[in-house]
């Protein structure tokens, strides 16, 4: 079985020949930049079952050991790699089926932010209730190949 995954513009996709392991929240600060966010998600597979079937990713060398990987056209972030390592993680967000992925570990807790625990507490709201009937047209390239 296969996981497939990409980009917001449909620019970058991957698949992953093998089922996503070491899946993780991360919190340090890196990643909060990274993602212009709390905190990424990310799982992975050896490299050898992993390939990108459309396009390339700009990578960023974000530390002296890692390279993160993102769309140069919509932004969205995709991997994080140690080069030399037999290892890439893709960010959960960007697989098809991210649901399927719940993570299973946190990393860089020093840098959690304090009310990020609290984010399960909040009320919610439907996305189509808060824009009050507008109707909105995604460009976003659909959660499958095409």
């Known amino acids: 079985m296969s996981w497939t995954g990409g980009c917001q513009c449909g620019a970058v996709r991957y698949r992953l020949d093998a089922e996503p ?6 919190h ?13 998600t990310f799982a992975g597979v050896t490299m050898s079952n992993f390939v990108w079937t459309r396009g ?8 002296d050991i890692a390279k993160r990987g993102f769309c140069a056209e919509c932004g969205t972030p995709l991997s994080y790699f140690i080069p030399g390592r037999d290892w890439i993680s893709v960010t959960i ?3 098809d089926r991210a649901g399927d992925i719940p993570p299973t570990m ?11 625990d609290a984010i ?12 009050e009937g507008r109707a909105v047209r995604s460009h976003q390239h659909p959660d499958h190949e095409t």
């Open 21 to 26: 392991a070491r899946s993780n929240v991360c």
């Open 28 to 40: 340090c600060r890196m990643c909060q930049k990274a993602a212009g966010a709390p905190f990424m």
């Open 56 to 63: 390339t990713p700009k990578t960023f060398a974000s530390s």
């Open 93 to 95: 967000g960007s697989l």
């Open 106 to 116: 946190q990393y860089g807790v020093e840098s959690k932010l304090a009310w990020a």
């Open 120 to 131: 399960s507490s909040l009320p919610v709201r439907d996305f189509t209730a808060a824009l």
